[in-house]
């Protein structure tokens, strides 16, 4: 069974930090593009930040840029998002994603075939 579990959310205030982690299991998931999404409420889901199996391709949404940082441990099949200088309009569910077609990074949610089940950021004002 395929699955893929995030954490580390939590609530943080404005200006500060915080580690996501999303492990993988049930599947070659080492060779997949990994990716981060987010969604506030009210609002579409938003692309954050993908790293392809490699990790020569990454993609960042203006956004984020600056600011986070996406990376993998394919031997741990693992992908970590470190956030910093965390703003309140970082505040939403994130979500881990997996793409089979691991060499090209593609940043709309349909490009994705797995999805973790979403840990809650929010950040204080």
């Known amino acids: 069974q395929v699955q893929l579990v995030e954490s580390g959310g939590g609530l943080v205030q404005a200006g500060g930090s915080l580690r996501l982690s999303c492990a993988a299991s049930g599947h070659a998931f080492s060779s997949y593009v990994r990716g981060w999404f987010r969604q506030a409420p009210g609002k579409e889901r938003e692309f954050v930040a993908a790293?392809?199996?490699?990790?020569?391709?990454?993609r960042y949404a203006d956004s984020v840029k600056g600011r986070f940082t996406i990376s993998r441990d394919n031997a741990k099949n693992t992908v970590y998002l470190q956030m910093n200088s965390l703003k309140p309009e970082d505040t939403a569910v994130y979500y881990c994603?997996?793409?089979?077609?691991?060499?090209?990074?593609?940043?709309?949610?349909?490009?994705?075939?797995?999805w973790g089940q979403g840990t809650q950021v929010t950040v204080s004002s």
């Open positions: 994603a997996g793409r089979p077609a691991g060499e090209t990074v593609v940043t709309g949610t349909w490009g994705y075939d797995y």
């Open positions: 790293k392809n199996w490699s990790g020569g391709s990454t």
